[in-house]
Nanobody
Framework: DVQLQASGGGLVTAGGSLRLSCVASGFTFDDYAIGWFRQAPGKEREGASCISRHDRSTYYLESAKGRFTISSDNAKNTVNLQMNRLQPEDTTVYFC????????????????WGQGTLVTVSS
């Protein structure tokens, strides 16, 4: 069975950092792009970041550029999202997802989804 296990959410004050991890299993890790999406209540799900080992490309939401860094640990089938200088507007549930080969900012592109991990940033 395909599984994507997200973890690392929590409560931090503005300006703080968190590191989210997504552990994948049940599919060939190297063939997939792994993305992080977030969805605040009443808003559409948006792509925060993505990494593709197929073409080594990465994607960042404009507001995440310079603050978030995505990386892949192939030995552990894990993708990490280091989030620095967090702001209250980053507060939401973060999901990891897998798509064949390439990244996209569209959630419909992704085939598999993990459960969310809650990030709360206090002001």
């Amino acid at each position: 069975d395909v599984q994507l296990q997200a973890s690392g959410g929590g409560l931090v004050t503005a300006g703080g950092s968190l590191r989210l991890s997504c552990v994948a299993s049940g599919f060939t890790f190297d063939d997939y792009a792994i993305g992080w999406f977030r969805q605040a209540p009443g808003k559409e799900r948006e792509g925060a970041s993505c990494i593709s080992r197929h073409d080594r490309s990465t994607y960042y939401l404009e507001s995440a550029k310079g603050r978030f860094t995505i990386s892949s640990d192939n030995a552990k089938n894990t993708v990490n999202l280091q989030m620095n200088r967090l702001q209250p507007e980053d507060t939401t549930v973060y999901f990891c997802a897998a798509a064949k080969t390439f990244c996209s900012s569209y959630n419909s592109w992704f085939d598999y989804w993990g459960q969310g991990t809650l990030v709360t940033v206090s002001s």
